[in-house]
């Protein structure tokens, strides 16, 4: 599926997943480790926009997914 977003990149938005579903992982090739599988409903990508960091894990579309993106403005204001 097609990246997302890579471990260690800048964090300048969360996403909100409508449709299909993402891996979260870290470490790449075979040394990769699955965190989770997100579907329909979840929100990911938050945790470099609340802690100002590089993205801790990675995350990958595992099919076709609708997933809008929630800017620093409107995740600090509740509205991801």
């Known amino acids: ?18 449709s299909g579903y993402v891996e979260i992982f870290v470490g790449t090739g075979e040394d990769s480790l699955q965190l989770n599988v997100l579907g329909p409903g979840d929100i990911f990508g938050e ?19 609708r997933q809008p993106e929630a800017g620093q403005r409107r995740a600090a204001e509740g509205r991801v």
């Open 1 to 18: 599926g097609d990246t997302i977003f890579l471990e260690g990149s800048s964090a300048d938005r969360a996403y909100i997943i409508e």
């Open 47 to 65: 945790m470099g926009i609340i802690d100002a960091a590089p993205r801790s894990a990675s995350a990958k579309a595992l099919c076709p997914l």
